[in-house]
């Protein structure tokens, strides 16, 4: 087993090998989700915590069924309902719930290094669920596992991210990861909304979203993220769908295979048209369904196989 990590906090730090023995477990984690009866004994006995700070409906949720669906215990900490409404700090919330007997915490925090100092505060192991603008790693995870079960290879794609870069930690965990792999990456967005120097990473820069997607593999999709921005980014969410927003006429300057790609929550009529992400070239709910495939996977590897390190019984 070469993934053996305690923590998941991004995958700028990982290895390619490592990332590749995620993927390969979440290949029988599909499986199993794909069962009738979908329960196996594997992390019986163990507890997984979601704790988010900020709103989730896929990441959250998968990683409770994820969870269940491997025999652990699950726990979610509903921060609107608890005692941070009555002052308890970020560490005192987390040694709470080590003290409860967590054996995981999974934190989405809008703040940017939370995941990095609720690993220094806890001894449970800690994943990554989105930090502010930083990394969300198991959202690039299951973008990539969707891509290789779609494509067969991810090494050599040409993948095209667009929108607002500056503000997405999903965009920057699907760079770190698709680099890792081979693939080749460039953005496009509004300039107000590309990093300057982004370049340093690997990637490429196309403000031109028809230029950019002309000869993409795939076409990931970025939400506008309107809670982290300042105002002031783009003209109007109007000028910003006509420029950036991929609809049927932009789609069809793309090669006819293209795979479409959006994490989700989207704006549909902003980043991207109704039709075009009912279209069969998108995979947005399959990236959905694969979410809780990987996120079983994570789970499995990072608590060493769990207590019989058999994965298929
Ligand atoms: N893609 C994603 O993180 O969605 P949620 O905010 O619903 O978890």
Redesign the pocket.
């Known amino acids: 087993m070469s993934f053996s990590r305690r923590h998941l906090l991004g995958l700028e730090a990982l290895e390619a090998e490592e990332i590749e023995e995620i993927l390969k477990t979440a290949v029988p984690c599909k499986e199993i989700a794909q069962r009738e009866v979908k329960k196996l004994p594997t992390l019986r006995g163990w507890t997984v915590v979601t704790l988010f700070y900020e ?6 949720n998968s990683f409770e069924l994820a969870a269940k669906w491997l025999g652990a215990d699950t726990v979610n900490v509903a921060v609107a309902n608890s005692s941070v409404q009555k002052g308890e700090n970020f560490t005192d919330t987390a040694k709470t719930i080590e003290a409860l007997g967590a054996d995981f915490i999974i934190l989405r925090h809008a703040v940017a290094g939370s995941p990095w100092l609720l690993a220094q505060t806890v001894n449970c192991r800690v994943i990554n669920a ?1 930090d502010g603008a930083h990394e ?1 790693p198991t ?1 690039a995870l299951l973008d990539l596992f969707t891509l290789q079960e779609r494509l067969g290879v991810i090494k050599g794609l040409k993948v095209v991210i667009v929108g607002d870069i500056m503000h997405s930690r ?1 965009a920057k965990s699907n760079i770190y990861g698709l680099l890792k792999l081979g693939a080749g990456v460039t953005v496009t967005g509004p300039p107000s909304l590309i990093p300057p120097g982004i370049e340093a990473l690997g990637v490429e820069v196309e403000y031109n979203l028809e230029k950019a997607i002309k000869n993409a593999d795939v076409v990931n999709i970025l939400r506008i993220q309107l809670e982290r921005q300042h105002k002031g980014l783009f003209p109007s969410l109007r000028e910003y769908a006509r420029l950036y927003g991929l609809d049927r006429e932009k789609l069809n300057k793309a090669p006819r295979e293209v795979v479409i790609m959006h ?3 989207a704006n549909l009529g902003v980043e991207i048209t109704e039709e075009v992400a009912c279209d069969p070239r998108a995979v947005i709910t399959t990236q959905v369904t694969n979410g809780v495939a990987v996120r079983m996977a994570l789970l499995y590897l990072m608590s060493g196989g769990g207590k019989s390190g058999e994965l298929l019984s």
């Open positions: 709103p989730s409906t896929r990441t959250r989105g969300h959202q999903v994490p989700g929550p």
